[in-house]
């Protein structure tokens, strides 16, 4: 099985992840949405800027996250990713978002000035397609 090709199809079709954070020592864990960019090596994931996120990045940039499968148990999961405000615009990206996710919230023009876009970047991650075939491989 070529779990390469298969974190790339995940990650391409699937749409929330399971973010989860620590601050203070204390977990927090939320669904989001998000657009992985195969050339990047990023994941892409806007939020408010009051956002309690925002504030839990700034004190810790580490985090995990699983994607959430829409049938089935494949998932990518990443232990150690480092959060990080993007030096790409919401703008920018808002056009991939919407080609995953038509009616996101970056669809309506008075939201998108409110964003912020941040990234994940993370140098592996667990490919699961069921739990006899997984494989952590290296990103």
Partial sequence: ?????EFERMMQTQTAM???TA???APNVRIVNFYYDAETKALYFSTFSDNQKVAEFEKNP???FTT???SGEEHVRVRNG???KSSVSVEAI???FLLKLPEYIMSIPDVLPALILFEITFDQADVVIDFEHMETIAV
């Avoid at 099985?1 to 090709?5: A, G, H, L």
């Fill in 68 to 70: 959430i499968p829409e």
């Fill in 82 to 84: 480092i959060v990080r």
């Fill in 1 to 5: 099985m070529d779990y390469r090709k």
């Fill in 18 to 20: 399971a973010l989860a």
């Fill in 23 to 25: 601050a203070d020592g």
């Fill in 94 to 96: 808002k056009d991939q």
């Fill in 62 to 64: 580490h985090a995990a």
